[in-house]
């Protein structure tokens, strides 16, 4: 687990926050003040709030700005004897919105904080106030839900390594190893802004995985889709009426070669037939990295326009 401290020279200068109301050591980031609106930001695979450290700076001032690390990831624990599928990330971010007080939320998605961000919607959809796609799917009952997954998977370098290697037993040994192979797998899955690696830059990203009990988070989300452990909630009638009703903004860079737009851009809209969406053309999958400044002002437009 990287120290509490830690701010990686300064890249990442926020004060640590920890609850265990989780019933593990969350970490967080919580910047701004305390009576402003909450931009609730939810990273995916293999990142932490690191992620988000560009529009935290942009937020802070007048939002306030709330980063978790999923268990098993960033200054989070990684408990041993827990289960890492979605529905646990789910029910993680449940009782830490909870625990927290968190209303009138606006969700900043990105990869599988898409879906753990959709399953929080799904139970709590009165704590919502906006919700923002940034290469992260919405998953949120549509029916051809599991039709678009597979399309995906087929185009995806990822997805196809997933399942290959779940198959002949290399997963674990890959992934048990992140630390070392963190670079190759962003750039993978769609990293394209080389001018912003660094050692500090580096080792943020290293640092959660520095040995194997410390990778079964990431390897949790992998082996989840490979073996179908994943369960994504499903939201009442009420609770689907309400969210349909959100503003909602989606973000896609289209060099995302794990999260293809003609797959997931469809879900969105589906749920949200009249928002906008913005693709950038020459940004990765991690949109967060290979544009900040651009992701950063589009969100800020986007809340203060609703």
């Known amino acids: 687990m990287i120290p509490s401290d830690a701010t990686f020279a300064g890249t990442?200068?926020?004060?640590?926050h920890f609850t265990d109301a989780p019933g593990f050591r969350m970490h967080y980031v919580d910047e701004g003040p305390r009576g402003g609106e909450v931009i609730l930001c939810l990273h995916g695979e293999p990142t932490w709030g690191y992620l988000f450290?560009?529009?935290i700076s942009t937020l802070n001032q007048t939002h306030r700005v709330v980063v978790p690390d999923h268990m098993g990831f960033g200054k989070s624990e990684t408990p041993e004897g827990r289960s890492y599928w979605?529905?646990?990330h789910i029910a993680n971010l449940e009782t830490f919105v909870l625990a927290l007080g968190l209303t009138d939320i606006t969700l900043v998605m990105h990869d599988f904080g898409g879906p753990v961000g959709m399953g929080f919607a799904a139970r709590h959809p009165h704590r919502?106030?906006?919700i923002i796609s940034a290469n992260g799917p919405t998953p949120f009952g549509q029916p051809d839900l599991g039709d678009q997954v597979m399309a995906n998977a087929a185009l995806s370098p990822w997805f196809q390594w997933i399942i290959k290697a779940e198959a002949d037993g290399t997963l674990e040994p890959v992934l048990n190893n992140l630390g070392y192979n963190i670079l190759s797998t962003l750039k993978l899955n769609g990293f394209e802004n080389n001018t912003v690696i660094t050692d500090s830059w580096l080792n943020a990203y290293i640092a959660p995985f520095a040995t194997?009990?410390?990778?079964?988070g990431a390897l949790g989300w992998a082996k989840g889709f490979a073996t179908g452990s994943h369960q994504f909630e499903i939201p009442d009638p009420a609770a689907e009426r309400i969210i349909r009703g959100k503003p909602a903004l989606a973000i896609w860079g289209e060099a995302d070669r794990t999260l293809h737009a003609?797959?997931?851009l469809p879900l969105f809209s589906a749920l949200f037939p009249s928002a906008p969406i913005e693709r950038l053309p020459g940004v990765g999958h991690y949109c967060f990295e290979d544009a900040p400044e651009m992701i950063s002002r589009l969100i800020a437009d986007f809340v203060q326009r609703t």
């Open 12 to 16: 990442f200068p926020f004060a640590p």
């Open 86 to 88: 979605l529905q646990d």
């Open 212 to 216: 194997a009990a410390e990778c079964l």
């Open 262 to 264: 003609e797959h997931f």
């Open 128 to 130: 919502i106030r906006r």
């Open 53 to 55: 450290r560009h529009l």
